[in-house]
């Protein structure tokens, strides 16, 4: 057994990384979401939905229309995505959900569904409410399949920072092009492993389980409507309790009703109403990615070792010699310790054609706690990372420097991220100066703050309480 990081040797552990550190030769049992692409407020994460939603559209028109062929020949294009590890397979990655025939029953299941032909379906994920025979691998496979271009991007950068070396002319496998409403493929450049090429798949797209599930659309939606029917009516199901309360039992309406993907459908098309409840509900109950403790739990592998992250930083001699070995550690404790409200760490990134550059940008996709509020307050959907492995206090040029790669468009907020500041009332006042010119906001953290953060995550704190420190510097700077 070797996950990534261990056949390639990177010294780092899953809390540290990106994407989903994997073993090379088996399943991890966590699930590409299409909803979790859409929270993504990326270029990236938008080009996926459009993708999926383009070929989701395509198959369904064609469903529609009786061009059955065309979308049997879409659908069996399909393969199994071994080369993420991701899914159900027990052993070693065989794409248990599917394979060429699984792919054939995907068809099957399509077209001889009332909910395909009826024009029920806006979304691939509404197919595993109402669709016999799709279920979450399958949909995670379907994706993972569509998205298989994006991924390949993804894979490529991630590979050049972290060091996995790549090879050439590779069979991308199917991808799917929108203009042309077809699939190709083309070589490429991907890591390869004893089992095969592989796929890098960002931590933050993944879960447990599928946001939209079957049996709770059947209990909480489709129940409850056909007790409210059954009381309206005042039918034979309803019961008169003491007191003149009268109820229907859950275990009544299922005996006259039935369960499963055929009753939700039936129940739907009499009242379509109950699908858009659904959809708009889950529109505002947003689940977060997987935390570190989960990922052990699913990986068995070691929670965050926040003393040695902490300890690869705060261990560093001062000056130029070591700025690249302390921006590397910097990134992979703010990579574990940011998780999962900042993803795709981007080291030196150009901007200004190439005229300036960003020691690390980090995209903000935070669902609650500091960043979140900051997203929803302030121009931040990029935060930046400058790194200063000095020995004396920075100042103003520091400033300028950071608050000079701000814009409108790619964001206002950055830490600046120290080794010591021996008059941080001084450089608070700076800071402040800069937020009040209207130039952006910025916080700093040197090695001690940085200690109380670890201390925080360390102790279980709460996210209000891991943020205090960021929140209170924030706060500084209006006042």
């Given at each position: 057994m070797a996950r990534i990081s261990e056949h390639f040797r990177l010294h780092r552990d899953q809390p540290s990384l990106d994407f989903v550190d994997v073993d090379i030769a088996k399943d991890l049992r966590v699930f590409v979401d299409p909803r979790a692409l859409r929270l993504l407020p990326t270029d990236?994460?938008?080009?996926?939905?459009?993708?999926?939603?383009?070929?989701?559209?395509?198959?369904?028109?064609?469903?529609?229309?009786g061009n059955d062929s065309f979308a049997k020949r879409l659908l069996q294009?399909?393969?199994?995505?071994?080369?993420?590890h991701l899914g159900l397979s027990i052993a070693e990655s065989r794409g248990r959900a599917l394979g060429h025939e699984?792919?054939?029953?995907?068809?099957?299941?399509?077209?001889?569904?009332?909910a395909a032909r009826s024009g029920l379906l806006e979304d691939l994920e509404d197919t595993v409410l109402l669709v016999d025979g799709i279920s979450t691998d399958?949909?995670?496979?379907?994706?993972?399949?569509?998205?298989?271009?994006?991924?390949?991007?993804?894979?490529?950068?991630?590979?050049?920072?972290?060091?996995?070396?790549?090879?050439?002319?590779?069979?991308?496998?199917?991808?799917?092009?929108?203009?042309?409403?077809?699939?190709?493929?083309?070589?490429?450049?991907?890591?390869?492993?004893?089992?095969?090429?592989?796929?890098?798949?960002?931590?933050?797209?993944?879960?447990?389980?599928?946001?939209?599930?079957?049996?709770?659309?059947?209990?909480?939606?489709?129940?409850?409507?056909?007790?409210?029917?059954?009381?309206?009516?005042?039918s034979e199901l309803v019961q008169t309790l003491r007191r003149g309360r009268k109820r229907v039992t859950k275990k009544s309406l299922t005996e006259k009703y039935g369960r499963g993907k055929e009753v939700n459908l039936r129940e739907t098309r009499k009242e379509p109403s109950l699908l858009t409840r659904y959809r708009?509900?889950?529109?505002?109950?947003?689940?977060?990615?997987?935390?570190?403790?989960?990922?052990?739990?699913?990986?068995?592998?070691?929670?965050?070792?926040?003393d040695s992250l902490l300890s690869d930083v705060?261990?560093?001699?001062?000056?130029?010699?070591?700025?690249?070995?302390?921006?590397?550690?910097?990134?992979?404790?703010?990579?574990?310790?940011?998780?999962?409200?900042?993803?795709?760490?981007?080291p030196q990134r150009q901007i200004h054609q190439g005229r300036k550059r960003i020691d690390i940008t980090y995209t903000n996709v935070a669902t609650r706690g500091f960043f979140q509020w900051l997203g929803q307050h302030f121009?931040?959907?990029?935060?930046?990372?400058?790194?200063?492995?000095?020995?004396?206090?920075?100042?103003?040029?520091?400033?300028?420097?950071?608050?000079?790669?701000?814009?409108?468009?790619?964001?206002?907020?950055?830490?600046?991220?120290?080794?010591?500041?021996?008059?941080?009332?001084?450089?608070?006042?700076?800071?402040?100066?800069?937020?009040q010119d209207d130039r952006g906001c910025i916080v700093f953290l040197d090695d001690a703050d940085l200690g109380d953060l670890v201390g925080?995550?360390?102790?279980?704190?709460?996210?209000?309480?891991?943020?205090?420190?960021?929140k209170s510097r924030m706060d500084s700077l209006m006042m």
């Open positions: 990236w994460g938008h080009e996926c939905v459009a993708l999926i939603q383009d070929f989701f559209s395509t198959v369904m028109t064609a469903i529609r229309e294009n399909l393969r199994e995505p071994n080369e993420t699984s792919a054939g029953d995907v068809w099957e299941a399509l077209s001889q569904s009332e399958i949909i995670s496979d379907i994706t993972t399949n569509i998205i298989r271009q994006p991924l390949i991007h993804y894979t490529q950068a991630a590979c050049a920072w972290y060091g996995i070396p790549l090879t050439q002319d590779i069979d991308s496998g199917p991808m799917w092009d929108p203009g042309n409403q077809n699939w190709f493929s083309e070589y490429v450049d991907l890591p390869i492993v004893p089992s095969g090429k592989l796929l890098l798949v960002p931590k933050v797209i993944v879960r447990r389980r599928l946001e939209y599930d079957a049996d709770e659309y059947y209990r909480h939606y489709i129940l409850e409507h056909l007790r409210s029917v059954e009381l309206a009516a005042n708009d509900a889950k529109k505002s109950m947003i689940r977060p990615p997987l935390d570190h403790e989960t990922f052990a739990a699913e990986e068995n592998t070691p929670e965050p070792d926040w705060v261990s560093l001699p001062t000056g130029q010699a070591n700025a690249n070995h302390y921006e590397r550690a910097i990134e992979s404790l703010l990579s574990a310790l940011f998780y999962p409200s900042l993803s795709n760490p981007q121009a931040a959907p990029h935060v930046f990372v400058e790194c200063k492995n000095y020995t004396d206090d920075p100042a103003n040029p520091e400033l300028d420097q950071l608050s000079g790669r701000f814009s409108s468009m790619r964001g206002k907020f950055g830490l600046l991220v120290c080794r010591t500041i021996a008059n941080k009332e001084l450089f608070a006042a700076r800071c402040r100066d800069t937020a925080l995550r360390k102790n279980g704190a709460s996210i209000q309480e891991q943020y205090e420190l960021l």
